[in-house]
C-alpha cells in the first residue's frame, strides 16, 4: 500500500515552522518513513503544477504554516484545501496570525510607505515600489498582491485542526503527525494543545501569592528579574494565566515570560481581552490617575496582549481613519 | 436596510443594583430619552469581560455604555472598581485599533438617578452621531472583497454567523 | 422536570399588552408576530395583562399542550414581576429559570416618543432573550438553616441593648466583651443629655437584667478571635482571656484587695483614664458586671517579681478558693446563625494635635477624662480638682478636637457639642468658674436636644464661635497653670485671648484601633473613614453585606444613646427575623470553577471581597465556596482561561444577548 501523502507548506512566516519539523530530529527519519511528503518548499523539489495534478483529497494532510496575506498564499490554501483530507493550521501565524499579524495596526499603504522608503536602513532614492504586474521587453512579470488585512488560515479555508505555539514544540508536533498516521484523532477544530492555562506546568506557580495586587508594571529589559520567582508577582507582564500550555515552559525557563503564542483556551473569544481584565481587575489603585500611571507600565496593549492572535481577535485589526 | 438617517446603536451593560434600577426610574417618572440604547442586565459592572466590549463592537455597535455604581457603592463592595480600572485600559486600547474613546463610556449612575440615563443617553447619541458609524461588520465585508474566493464563512468567532432572515425588521 | 440540555429548545413568547402602557407605543402583535419566525419558538402570542391569574395560566396551559421548556415574556421590568412568571412557569412543571423576562415598558413604552423606534427596540430586545433562554440551565435555589443562637461582640448600650432584646423573646445569645466588665463607654459617663439622667443609674439596671438573664451567656474579658461559615451556622472561636478568678466563685466582696502586698493602690487605673490608681487586684469599677475582680497579670507581683509573692489574697480568699493563679488563656468554640456587631468607639488621641497642649499642660484634659472628675465615683470624689490640687476659676471647652478637620478626621462626631454643653453646666454647677464655649457650629438635632441648648446657654455660659488656634501658658502668671485660649471670635470678628485655669477638649469619636482586623474576621466592609458599612444608608442601617452580620451603636458610626440604642433594637429585630423564618434561600446566580479547566494561576483569589474564593493547596487549584458567593461575577469576568462560569449570567447567555440585540438591523 503507498504511503499516506503529506505537504508542507509555508505562506507569511519566518521559516522557524520548518525548523520546528526539522527539529524532530531523529524523529523525522520515522516521519519520512512512514509518510510520502508532496510538497515541502524550504527542502524538497515539488512545484506548484505537481500539487495542481493530484486528485482532490489525495493528501491526508496538509499542515500550512504561515498567515495569508498576498494573493499567492490564498490560491495556495485554497488549491492545498482541494487536495487535503486534513488542512492543519501549524504554528501561531496560520492559527491565529501570529508575529505578522501585527501588521493589522497599519494599512497597507503605511506599511509600504515604512518598508521602502521611510525606514532608517533604506537607499531607495527613486522610492521604488513592488508592483503586481511589470512589462519588460514584451515579458510580462507579476508578483503576487498584497492584502489589505492579514488573515489566519481559517478566515480563508476550512481548517480541520490546529497547532499553536511560535514554533509548535517537537513533542506537540510528533504526537500530531502521530494521531493523523494512527487514524486516532480528536473533533474536527480542535487545538492539538492543551486546554489549560501554562499556569497549571509552570514551574515558578508555587512563588505566586495568593493576593498579588499590582502598583506597578515593568518590562523585561527595565529590571533585573528574580530567576525563580513568577514574572506577574515581578510587576512584569506574563501571558501564562491566558495562554493554553504544552509548551513545557520553554519561554519561562530561559528566564522570560509568556508571550502568548499558544493563544487562548477554547473557553475565550479573545485571548488579549482576557488578560487584560484579569491585569487590570487585579491592580491596587482605586482612582483615575493613579490606575492610569500604574497601567503606564504597560505602554502598547495591542502588541504585548494580541502578539500573536491580532487578526484572530475580535476587532481584528485597526480601523482606519480613527483616533 | 431602510432609508432612514442613521441612527447609532448602543449596547449598554447596566449593572442591576443601580444603573438598571435607575433606568427603571427614568421609566415610572415618564422621561424621555433617545431610544438607540440596547439594555443587557448584569448583577454588577465588574462582570463587564472587555470581551462583551469588542464582540458588540464586532457585531456593529457604534457605541458600548456601562453603567455601574458609583465608587464606593458598589452594592457587591468593590465591583466597580475593577471594572474603572478594565476601562482604563481597554479605553486606550480601542484607541489604538482606531476606535474613537466617545464609544465606550463609562458612567456611575446611582439607582436614584433617573435623570442621568436621559441624559447621558442623549449627550451618548449626539456625539456618535457627529463620530458617525463605526459599523464593523460593513468594513469586515468590504476587506473580505480583497480575497478571490471570499471569507471562510465559518472562521472563528470574529464573524457574526447571521440570524434567521426575518420578514420586515 | 424535563430538563434535559439535550432536548430541543421549545420557546413560547408573551407580548404584554399592559392595558395601553405598553400597547400604546410598542406594536405588540408586531413583536409576536416577528418572533413567531425566530428560530426555537413555538408559541408566540399577546395578551392584556400577562401578570394577571388568565395571563399565567395562558403561560402554564401552553407549557403542558406544546411541551414548551422555555419561556419569554415581554412587559415590565424583571425587578417587578420576573418572580410572578418564574412561580407561573415552575408551577407548570419546568424549572422556573428556564425564564426570561424583557423589559419593554420601563425600559421602552414609557421613555421613547416613536412608535417604530419602540417596537424596533422591542423586537431586538426579544430576539435578544430568545437566544439567551435557549442557553439557560435548570438551577436550583439553595436553602441554607439558621442557627438559633446570636453572638454579640461588644458589651456597651448597644451590645446590652440587642442581646437583652434577644434574650426576652426566648434566643439564645453569647454576649463577648473584652474588658472585664461590661458597660462600655457609657458606664464611664457621669449625666447623659438632654435629660442629665445620670448614666449610671439607667445603665446599671440593664447590666443587672443582663446578668440574670438565663438565655444570655456573658463572657467578659473576652475576644472573638476567629469567625468561619457562612449565614445560619458561624462557627466562632471565642478567646477566653485568663482573670485569675474563678468566676463562679469570687462572691466579690474585696478581701483580696484589702490584703494585697501593695497596701496603697499604686497603678494608673484603666476606668478613670489614668487618673486614678488600683491595685494588681481591682474591682473595674462598683458596677461592675460580672460583679467580680480583676487580676492583672502586668502588675501583680506574682507575675512580674522574681520572687514571686506571699499571695495574702489567697489566703484572705480562704475556703472559697476564688483565686486561681495557674489560670490560662481558654479557646471556645460556638455555633451561632448570626453576629451583632457592638464593638463601639475610641476617643480621638488628642496627643496627635500637640497645639492644643494635651500631654503637655497639666490642666489640659479631654471630655472623657471630665467626665470620670465630675463622676462622684471618680478619681476625685466628684470634685473638680485639678491635676495641680486646684479648682479651675474658669475653663475653655474647645469643640471640633478630630472633627471635622482635614488634617485628622473629616466627619462631624455627632455627640460632642452636646456633651461640650453638657459638660459647661456640671463643671459650672460645682466649681461656678466661668466657662467659655469655642465651637465652629453649634450642632444640636435631635428630639429635646435644641430645648437643651438653650436651656444651657441661658445659664450664663459664654460662646464663643470661633477656632482656638493656640494653647499656651499664661505669660504672666508663673507656675499657676493658666493657660491662654488664643481664638477669632468670628463674629465680633476679633482675635481674642483667653485666661483660663483649665482646658477640656471635645474629642471626637473614632473607629477602634483595631477595627479593621474586627472586620476582616467577619468578612464586613468599612466605608473611607474606617467605620463599618452598612448595606444601604438608607433602606439597610443595620444589615452588612454580608448576610446574618448586623451593625449596631458607633461602629458603624458617631451617634448618641438614643440612635444607638434604637439602633441595637433593629439589629435584634433583624436577628430575630431570621430566626423566626428558620433558614435563607440564597438566589442561584453564584460562580463556581470548572475544575478540570483551571490552571491555579490565582489571578482570582485576590478579587473577592467575600473571601469565597481560595486556593486548594493540594489540588493547586482555586474553588469557590458557593455559601458564600453572592454573584457579583468579577471573577468570572478576569479569569484570563474562561474557567470560572456563574449561573445565570454564563458567558454564552450574554454573547447571544449581545448578538441578539445587534444582528439584522
Known amino acids: 500500500m503507498s504511503k499516506p501523502k503529506v505537504a508542507f507548506y509555508w505562506c507569511a512566516s519566518c521559516g522557524g515552522c520548518e525548523e520546528a519539523v526539522v527539529d524532530l530530529a531523529e524523529d523525522i527519519l520515522g516521519v519520512v518513513e512512514a509518510v510520502d511528503i508532496v510538497l515541502w518548499p524550504v527542502a524538497m523539489d515539488f512545484k506548484k503544477h505537481d500539487v495542481e495534478a493530484m486528485p482532490d483529497k489525495s493528501i491526508v494532510a496538509t499542515l500550512l504554516n504561515g498567515a495569508i496575506r498576498t494573493s499567492e498564499q490564498e490560491e495556495m490554501a485554497h488549491m492545498l484545501r482541494r487536495k487535503s483530507q486534513y488542512m492543519i493550521a501549524y504554528g501561531a501565524c496560520a492559527a491565529s496570525g501570529g508575529i505578522p499579524g501585527l501588521a493589522n495596526q497599519f494599512s497597507l499603504q503605511e506599511l509600504l510607505k515604512f518598508v521602502y522608503e521611510d525606514g532608517p536602513s533604506n537607499a531607495n532614492a527613486a522610492k521604488t515600489y513592488p508592483q503586481t504586474a511589470h512589462d519588460d521587453g514584451g515579458r510580462r512579470l507579476t508578483l503576487p498582491r498584497l492584502h489589505e488585512v492579514v488573515r489566519t488560515l481559517d478566515q480563508v479555508v476550512d481548517v480541520d485542526y490546529y497547532l499553536p505555539g511560535c514554533p509548535p514544540t517537537p513533542k506537540l508536533t510528533a504526537a500530531a503527525v502521530g494521531a493523523l498516521l494512527s487514524g486516532n484523532l480528536p473533533p474536527k477544530g480542535s487545538v492539538l494543545a492543551p486546554d489549560i492555562a501554562l499556569c497549571d506546568e509552570c514551574p515558578r506557580k508555587a512563588s505566586k501569592p495568593t493576593d498579588l495586587g499590582f502598583a506597578e508594571f515593568q518590562r523585561p529589559h527595565q529590571k533585573l528579574m528574580d530567576p525563580e520567582k513568577c514574572f506577574l508577582a515581578q510587576g512584569v507582564v506574563c501571558m501564562g494565566p491566558a495562554t493554553r500550555g504544552g509548551c513545557e515552559a520553554l519561554c519561562v525557563n530561559g528566564h522570560m515570560p509568556c508571550s502568548g503564542c499558544f493563544g487562548g483556551t477554547s473557553r475565550v473569544k479573545d485571548q488579549g481581552a482576557k488578560i487584560l481584565s484579569s491585569l487590570a481587575a487585579n491592580l491596587v489603585a482605586k482612582e483615575e490617575k493613579a490606575i492610569a500611571a500604574v497601567l503606564a507600565g504597560i505602554p502598547d496593549p495591542v502588541g504585548t496582549f494580541y502578539r500573536y492572535g491580532l487578526p484572530a481577535s475580535l476587532l481584528r485589526k485597526k480601523v482606519p481613519g480613527g483616533e | 436596510m431602510s432609508d432612514k438617517t442613521w441612527e447609532p446603536r448602543i449596547v449598554g451593560f447596566f449593572c442591576n443594583w443601580c444603573t438598571y434600577t435607575a433606568a427603571d426610574l427614568a421609566g415610572v417618572s415618564r422621561i424621555k430619552y433617545a431610544s438607540n440604547v440596547r439594555i443587557i442586565r448584569l448583577m454588577c459592572s465588574g462582570r463587564v469581560d472587555p470581551q462583551f466590549v469588542l464582540d458588540s463592537f464586532a457585531r456593529g455597535a457604534d457605541g458600548v455604555l456601562i453603567g455601574g455604581c458609583h465608587p464606593g457603592d458598589c452594592h457587591y463592595v468593590e465591583g466597580n472598581y475593577k471594572c474603572l480600572r478594565r476601562h482604563e485600559l481597554l479605553q486606550r486600547m480601542l484607541g489604538d485599533m482606531g476606535i474613537e474613546p466617545e464609544r465606550l463610556r463609562l458612567e456611575w449612575i446611582s439607582a436614584a438617578e433617573g435623570d442621568k440615563v436621559k441624559a447621558v443617553i442623549n449627550d451618548m447619541v449626539e456625539k456618535l452621531k457627529k463620530l458617525g458609524p463605526l459599523d464593523l461588520p460593513g468594513r469586515f465585508r468590504e476587506w473580505d472583497g480583497e480575497l478571490a474566493e471570499g471569507a471562510h464563512a465559518d472562521a472563528g468567532t470574529a464573524v457574526p454567523v447571521p440570524v434567521k432572515e426575518a420578514a420586515d425588521v | 422536570m424535563r430538563q434535559s440540555p439535550n432536548e430541543p429548545v421549545r420557546v413560547g413568547f408573551y407580548a404584554c399588552h399592559c392595558g395601553t402602557n405598553i400597547a400604546s407605543m410598542v406594536d405588540v402583535e408586531r413583536v409576536a408576530k416577528y418572533t413567531a419566525t425566530l428560530p426555537n419558538v413555538v408559541v408566540s402570542r399577546t395578551y392584556k395583562y400577562m401578570c394577571s391569574d388568565p395571563g399565567q395560566e395562558l403561560i402554564q396551559q401552553d407549557i403542558r399542550e406544546n411541551q414548551l421548556n422555555r419561556v419569554v415574556v415581554a412587559a415590565c421590568s424583571p425587578l417587578l414581576h420576573e418572580r410572578t412568571f418564574r ?185 478613670n483614664l489614668g487618673l486614678g490608681k488600683r491595685k494588681p487586684v481591682f474591682l473595674p469599677f462598683a458596677q461592675a458586671v460580672p460583679p467580680i475582680v480583676m487580676l492583672d497579670d502586668q502588675t501583680c507581683r506574682h507575675f512580674t517579681h522574681p520572687n514571686g509573692c506571699k499571695q495574702p489574697c489567697v489566703k484572705a480568699c480562704g475556703d472559697r478558693k476564688a483565686i486561681d493563679l495557674a489560670m490560662k488563656e481558654e479557646l471556645v468554640e460556638i455555633t451561632v446563625g448570626s453576629v451583632i456587631v457592638a464593638t463601639g468607639f475610641q476617643i480621638f488621641d488628642a496627643k496627635r494635635l500637640p497645639y492644643y497642649g494635651y500631654g503637655i499642660y497639666p490642666n489640659v484634659y479631654n471630655a472623657l477624662e471630665v467626665e470620670r472628675l465630675v463622676n462622684s465615683s471618680g478619681p476625685t470624689g466628684g470634685e473638680i480638682v485639678m491635676r495641680n490640687g486646684k479648682t479651675p476659676k474658669s475653663v475653655g471647652i474647645i469643640h471640633c478636637i478630630g472633627s471635622r478637620d482635614e488634617n485628622t478626621h473629616r466627619w462631624c462626631s455627632r455627640v460632642c457639642c452636646l456633651y461640650s454643653l453638657k459638660l459647661a453646666h456640671l463643671l459650672k454647677e460645682r466649681t461656678g ?233
Not at chain 3, 445620670?198 to 472573638?224: D, F, G, H, Q
Open chain 3, 87 to 271: 412561580n407561573a412557569t415552575a408551577k407548570a412543571g419546568i424549572s422556573p429559570y428556564f425564564f426570561q423576562m424583557v423589559n419593554v415598558r420601563e425600559h421602552g413604552a414609557w421613555v421613547h416618543t416613536d412608535r417604530e423606534e419602540v417596537t424596533r427596540k422591542a423586537i431586538a430586545l426579544v430576539r435578544a432573550a430568545v437566544m439567551r433562554v435557549a442557553f439557560h440551565k435548570p438551577l436550583e435555589v439553595k436553602k441554607v438553616p439558621i442557627h438559633p443562637a446570636t453572638l454579640v461582640v461588644g458589651g456597651g448600650i448597644a451590645g446590652i441593648h440587642a442581646a437583652l432584646t434577644l434574650a426576652e423573646g426566648g434566643q439564645k445569645v453569647y454576649l463577648v466583651e473584652r474588658e472585664p466588665t461590661i458597660g462600655g463607654h457609657m458606664a464611664k459617663f457621669d449625666k447623659t443629655f438632654p435629660t442629665l439622667d445620670c448614666a449610671a443609674c439607667i445603665l446599671t439596671p440593664k447590666m443587672s437584667t443582663v446578668r440574670a438573664n438565663p438565655n444570655i451567656t456573658l463572657w467578659s474579658y473576652s475576644e472573638v478571635a476567629k469567625v468561619e461559615g457562612f449565614v445560619g451556622s458561624y462557627k466562632v472561636t471565642v478567646r477566653r482571656k485568663p482573670r485569675y478568678i474563678v468566676e463562679d466563685l469570687c462572691t466579690g466582696c474585696g478581701e483580696c484587695i484589702e490584703a494585697c502586698v501593695y497596701r496603697l493602690p499604686t497603678f494608673p487605673d484603666e476606668f
Open chain 3, 433 to 665: 468658674a466661668e466657662v467659655y464655649n469655642f465651637y465652629i457650629d453649634m450642632r444640636t438635632p435631635g428630639k429635646s436636644m435644641e430645648e437643651f441648648y438653650n436651656r444651657i446657654a441661658e445659664e450664663g455660659m459664654h460662646l464663643v464661635r470661633g477656632k482656638v488656634a493656640d494653647v499656651y501658658p499664661d505669660p504672666s502668671d508663673g507656675d499657676s497653670g493658666r493657660l491662654i485660649l488664643q481664638a477669632e471670635d468670628t463674629l465680633l470678628g476679633r482675635v481674642l485671648k483667653f485666661p483660663v485655669d483649665m482646658v477640656v477638649l471635645s474629642v471626637g469619636l473614632e473607629p477602634n484601633a483595631d477595627a479593621q482586623d474586627v472586620r476582616r474576621m467577619l468578612n464586613m466592609s468599612c466605608g473611607d473613614e474606617g467605620f463599618y458599612l452598612e448595606r444601604h444608608p438608607k433602606l439597610a442601617p443595620v444589615s452588612t453585606f454580608t448576610d446574618g452580620i448586623f451593625l449596631a451603636g458607633c461602629c458603624q458610626g458617631p451617634k448618641d444613646i438614643p440612635d444607638t440604642v434604637a439602633q441595637a433594637g433593629a439589629a435584634a429585630a433583624e436577628a430575630y427575623s431570621l430566626i423566626c423564618r428558620g433558614h435563607i434561600e440564597l438566589e442561584p446566580n453564584t460562580a463556581y470553577i470548572r475544575e478540570d479547566d483551571c490552571s491555579g494561576c490565582k489571578s482570582c483569589i485576590p478579587l473577592c471581597p467575600y473571601t469565597a474564593i481560595a486556593y486548594v493547596e493540594d489540588k493547586k487549584k482555586a474553588v469557590i465556596n458557593e455559601a458564600l458567593c453572592k454573584g457579583c461575577g468579577t471573577c468570572v469576568a478576569s479569569c484570563p482561561s474562561g474557567s470560572i462560569v456563574q449561573n445565570m449570567f454564563e458567558d454564552e447567555e450574554i454573547f447571544s444577548e449581545i448578538e441578539g440585540v445587534l444582528a439584522n438591523e
